[in-house]
């Protein structure tokens, strides 16, 4: 399957993302968390993307574009991904249309994650990243032994730069003013499925899967509707 997760900020794209990916194998393919190595790892391309970050802003097309092309292209994404935060206005949208139909390929789903504006504050700021296991966790809905599992494995809870709260708003706006518009572009494509997203993480996880007509993975059962 090659989906894109649409949705603003919080509403839990990379977590149902991740989920996707640990349990039918599509990679999740977060522009965010590339962007954010390359800031980490302080190369060329990281340098000029971290401002446009840090101010909640959305980086150049170009930039994207660049890391999405050889993202797709690798192997392991040749039976399925998942994009996770890309794309995220018009001409990224365009762009992508353009790079899967080079080599052949089409979208199957856009899932929307529709999550109410106070829940996705709570989700964004209290969103930490545990610091040994990589786990994005969060302090107002994790169950506690996962927050215990990562302190006890002497990890620290961080927080994401652009959690804070004067940069979420600009984030949010940003959503508004240049994603939003893709709900309307994929719904006349005929790809879009909107999900209620503001339950718990395993209530979501299930919307989509039968949304998308996948079943249910778990430990000893087989996987219907693929
Ligand atoms: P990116 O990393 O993509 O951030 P985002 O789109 O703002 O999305 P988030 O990662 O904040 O939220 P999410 O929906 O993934 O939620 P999550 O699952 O973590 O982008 C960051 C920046 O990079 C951008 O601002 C921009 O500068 C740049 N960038 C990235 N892509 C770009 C592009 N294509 N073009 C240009 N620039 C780009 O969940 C949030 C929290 O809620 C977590 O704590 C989680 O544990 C919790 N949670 C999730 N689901 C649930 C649930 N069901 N119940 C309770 N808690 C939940």
């Known amino acids: ?16 993302a991740k989920r996707l990916e640990n349990e039918y194998g599509f990679p999740q393919i977060s522009t965010g968390d590339l962007l954010r190595k390359a800031v ?33 292209a690798a192997p392991d994404a040749a039976a399925g991904f998942v994009l996770d935060g890309y794309p995220r206005n018009r001409r990224q949208a365009e762009d992508l249309e353009r790079v899967l139909q080079e080599i052949g390929i089409a979208l199957d789903a856009a899932v929307l994650m529709d999550v109410d504006m106070d829940i996705l504050m709570r989700r964004l700021t209290g969103r930490r990243t545990c610091s040994k296991t990589g786990k994005v966790l969060n302090v107002h809905f994790s169950a ?18 652009d959690d804070k709260e004067e940069t979420i708003k600009n984030r949010l706006e940003v959503y508004e003013r240049q994603t939003q518009p893709l709900i309307e572009h994929y719904s006349r494509k005929g790809l879009l499925r909107k999900v209620a997203a ?29």
Not at 1 to 7: A, E, K, S
């Open 1 to 16: 399957m090659r989906i894109v997760m649409l949705g603003a900020p919080g509403s839990g794209k990379g977590t149902q």
């Open 40 to 72: 980490a790892d302080g190369t060329r391309l990281g340098r000029s993307a971290k401002a446009a970050m840090d101010a909640g802003e959305l980086v150049s097309d170009d930039i994207v574009l660049g890391m999405i092309k050889e993202r797709i």
């Open 144 to 161: 506690q032994e996962d927050i215990d599992a990562c302190l006890r494995a002497g990890g620290e809870l961080l927080q994401r730069d």
């Open 198 to 226: 503001d339950g718990g993480v395993d209530e979501v996880y299930r919307r989509i899967t039968d949304l998308l007509g996948l079943g249910s993975r778990r430990p000893g059962s087989a996987v219907t509707g693929r």
